[in-house]
T-cell receptor, first 113, second 111 residues
């Protein structure tokens, strides 16, 4: 069973489009995260949700909107995609916020043309 | 802002040798540190963590050392194996539960 899953794995789209990435964890964790990894492998946290409540919102354009319908899901919607949004997006989860092991998903490679 | 940096962007070691990956952090208030391993095409994987009230923690073939005086963190891998080839990240977590990752060190194990 996959602990943290993301769909799609690859996403190629045109500038200006709106797209969503879905994430699900079956670990029963309370906290979920979204990270962005650029072409130089730099990994930056974007959002963190604890029990469906937003607890971390780093300096991210408001074109990015996370949504957590329940604590097992954290989806990322991106409006008006820009070239600079091209990156690999990772979802992760942990039992507690900010402490202990984080389990990462396989990543979604977003390419904006 | 926070700054977590690595001293060496790449590291090559012979199979069987020990590896040391270093990391410098800037926020003296950070109280929790984590090392991650990321293999090609995969998400980061937790290796080991350490709290600021400790200076050493050991796992299976890995040891993390924390020197708060100079704000330095290291990951030691004993008897490095080809499967250890990956990018290694350190991360610091401050009291606001905010994570900051370093840029990564690419470890290559030479058979």
């Amino acid at each position: 069973d996959t602990a943290v899953s993301q769909t799609p794995k690859y996403l190629v789209t045109q500038m200006g489009n709106d797209k969503s990435i879905k994430c699900e964890q079956n670990l029963g964790h309370d906290t979920m995260y979204w990270y962005k990894q650029d072409s130089k492998k730099f990994l930056k946290i974007m959002f963190s949700y604890n029990n469906k409540e937003l607890i971390i919102n780093e300096t991210v354009p408001n074109r990015f909107s996370p949504k957590s319908p329940d604590k097992a899901h954290l989806n990322l919607h991106i409006n008006s995609l820009e070239l600079g949004d091209s990156a690999v997006y990772f979802c992760a989860s942990s039992q507690l916020a900010g402490v202990g092991e984080q389990f990462f998903g396989p990543g979604t490679r977003l390419t904006v043309l | 802002g926070e700054s977590v940096g690595l001293h060496l962007p790449t590291l090559s070691v012979q199979e069987g040798d020990n590896s040391i990956i270093n990391c410098a952090y800037s926020n003296s208030a950070s109280d929790y540190f984590i090392w991650y391993k990321q293999e090609s095409g995969k998400g980061p994987q937790f290796i080991i963590d350490i709290r600021s009230n400790m200076d050493k923690r050991q796992g299976q073939r890995v040891t993390v050392l924390l020197n708060k005086t100079v704000k330095h963190l290291s990951l030691q891998i004993a008897a490095t194996q080809p499967g250890d080839s990956a990018v290694y990240f350190c991360a610091e977590v401050n009291t606001g539960n905010q994570f900051y990752f370093g840029t990564g060190t690419s470890l290559t194990v030479i058979p």
